[in-house]
């Protein structure tokens, strides 16, 4: 195990640094020069190379990605090109909205997910069961803003029971103001997540139920509910739990919808004005935390895949490379 | 020639208008409400959220809504209307050459921080526009003064190199901004009637009422904007009534689920911004007045604003916008007529048609306008490949590397035709007697010579169709309808809000 953990977090930190480095040329790549965000119509020559030189434009695109790995590697991520402020900062203050959604939201699904999809394969034979797995299906193929737009009309705009969208100008200050202005995105990222996670369960559950060793343990005297207690949620979870690691990293990704529907002041939103900007500092900077937290994520449900299931324990332990 | 307002004299005429009790102070418009509440709170709701707090930094159109009259105050002012008056000025005189502008401070003027106004901080934030890495709009205007002195702590004296008939109206777009100020992107400080509060980036700007300011106290407490990204989503928080009012609709879409309903007023005003199909008048055949005059004329261009705005918005067929003082109505100039355009076409010597490349911004309206056009031009014979680029590939390959045919682009500011004066510009627009036109009304000494000078030199470029302008976009403010009070032109983006009142 803990050399399987050495090569993991070599991998981990190797995937980083590709990650960096695509994510600086691919900037690039795109056409357009990032100065031009700060110029107006009328801009005049002198202007626009005060504009580059301010945003080091004018440099070789070598120097600026040296320039760049410096900074992170000092934990500093820039100054924004048209707000002047830090980027890393400004980072912090948004994950205090896009963490919360996105690890409330994961929680929430993870739970209704592991019962409706336990129901739906134990029942899969009734009614109720295909029902579960039937709507799970519809919820994938809804679109995430779609749901967003319902939600606002049915709870802001017809019932008036929650509002249409903003959060609180005092951030947590009242935790529960902060909380009802995350209940209709909550719910959205809820309803997406579940149908999809839903589905996995099930085949999981479905295979488990199938099994030799479940039919050796009711064979003994064991009731269905204890055989699967005891010996059929280990193995159903592993392979629901790389799933989880992906579904949280697209999550996260996925918010920018829900945040642009409900006018949330997170990461997602810090992106889009970045890219309409050409904001190469806020870019980089949400980019690369975003990748952290994806590549940390993927890490750990591998790390927890291992400590729940012996066998890829014992496996990676040894010859495996 | 002297321009002086006698301070007694306006004095007069104030006492007398509270007297009749028609002072509206400000945009004017105001129309006071029966049971106004002087501490309320306004929700503003907006599409432009600053990039920074400060305009020579590339705060972008949202720190002009935000600031410009309310938190940050100049020595002229741009009204609702497009006329200029003084503001922090008290007074100012012109010399008999026109050569030398002095300004005379209102007294008793502050800044939020406590610190009174002085010549000084009017010095320093001219310098502030016209330093070198400043990104101030119009600053290439200003190359014009040679010289800014504080005569003393109240008397402000600018020295142009040339006449400048339109130095008082420049001086509404220069700050005045606190030097102690150590951030102007992130912190502000100026003398308006609202002091900056806090900025939540990526969702509210809040204002809060200057109890000290030197004017009249503004009619609400508190006036926060905020922010969308999704013009859906501002919709929606005025029909909840999370917000009393959005800015600038800028989708006639919008608008439909707030007709005929009793709880919302619609109001429309007259913007500054213009639709323009630009041409690169430098390469053939748009280097032949024929050949723009024939595509003015084969576009039918009330049909164009009735599909892009559902009949709302303005036809104007020039540059000039209502709202600027050398207006005249130049619609029927290059009328809608496809045969005209025919014939256009065949005495240019392109009677079989052709074809260019229309570069068109990849945001709205312009890919809707551009297809319009498309189907408009094919009935005369002329092919449009459209091209679709960023914003970005717009300023990079249009404006800095003229390398384009034509483009679609809306321009914002008001007084902007003076741009055909200047063969470098993007269109390229290259006629001497504009160009002397210009130039001398800029000379001129008196308004009215300015005016009749740039009407006709806009007669000429409307004539040769220098470019064609398609619409004038409308101005539509939606307001809760117990909100009075705002301004509804909205004139260079500007958003005075010290006049809102909530019943």
Redesign the interface.
Known sequence: MASYLVRRTAFLLLSFAAAMLLIFLLLRVLPGDPANALLSLDATDEQIAAARAQVGSDQPIGTQLLNWVGDVARLDLGTSFTSGTAVLPEITSRLGVTIPLTLISFVISVALASALGYYAAVRSHTRLGVAVAAVAQVGIAVPVFWIGILLVWIFALGLRLLPSGGFPREDWADPLDALRSLLLPICTIVIVMTASLVRYVRSAVLDVLDSDYLRNAQALGATPGEAFRRHGVRNASVPVISILGIELASTLLGTVVVESVFTLPGLGSMLTKAIETHDYPSIQGVLLVTTFLVLVIGFAADIVQRVVDPRLRSSLSGAHA | MRLRLAPSLAGILAAGLLLTGCAGGGTGDATTAASADTAASIEVGSLY?P??L?NV??GGQGVTEAFSGNVYESLMKLDDDGSVTPLLAEDYSVSDDGLTYTFTLRDGVKFHSGKELTADDVVSSFERVTA????A????SYAVVSDVEATDDSTVTFTLSQRSISFPYLMAYVWIVNPDLA?A??DADGTGPYSFD?W?????L?LVRNDDYWGDPAKNGRV?F?????A??ES??L??G?IDLITSIQSPDSLTQFENNEDFTISEGTSTTKELLAFNDRVAPFDDSRVRRAIYSAVDREKLLDAIWDGRGTLIGSMVPPTDPWYEDLTSLNPYDPELSKQLLSEAGLADGFSFTLSTPNYDPHPAVAEFLQSELAKVGITVDIKVI????W??DV??NLDFEATL?E?V?DRDVV?YANPDFYWGYDNAEVQELVASAEQAETTDEQTEDLKKANEIIATEAASNWLYLYPQIVVASSDVTGFPVNGLNSQFYVYNIEKA
């Open positions: 959220e990039s920074n400060s930094d590339a070198d890495d400043s990104q709009a119009r600053k290439s951030d992107k992130t806090e939540q980036r990526g969702s509210t809040s926060t905020h922010y969308f990204t999704d859906s989503a929606n928080a029909l909840t999370e960023t914003a970005d590939e300023y990079t404006y800095q682009q321009h500011n741009w």
